[in-house]
C-alpha cells in the first residue's frame, strides 16, 4: 500500500471517528437526560454504538472490507476500541493525575495517541484481507 492510499485511509478514519463522536454523545444524552438512565450506564451505550457505528463505516467506507466473516471482524474491531478506551485512560491519568497537565488537553493528546493506535490495529489485525 502506497503512501497516497494510507493517508486518504486515515483521513477517512478520521472522519468515522469524528461522526462517532455524534452517535456517542447523542446516545448518552438520550439515554441520561429523556430515558432517565443512569450516567454509566448511558456512556457505556454510547460508546457501544459509537463502536458498532465505527465499525459499519470503516468496515463499507474506509477499508472497503469483502470479509463474509462480519461477526469475527466486529469482535476484532470491538477489541482493538476496548484497548484503545484503555490506552486513552492511561494516557489521560499519567498526564493529568502525575504531570498535572490540564485534562482536556491530556484527554486531546489521548485522542491522538489512541487514534493512530486504532488506525494501525485496524488496518494490521482487523480488516487484513
Known sequence: MNWEVLFYKFLK????GFSGLFVDFGTTYLVKEKLKGHKYLANSLGFIFAATSNYILNRNWTFESQDANI????IKFFGVSIIG????????????ERFKMNFY???IIAVGVVMIWNFFANLMFTFVE
Do not use: E, T
Not at 461477526?71 to 466486529?74: E, K
Open 85 to 96: 478506551l484503555f490506552f486513552s485512560n492511561a494516557i489521560i491519568w499519567l498526564l493529568h
Open 13 to 16: 478514519f478520521g472522519v468515522v
Open 71 to 74: 461477526g469475527l471482524q466486529y
Open 105 to 107: 488537553i491530556a484527554k
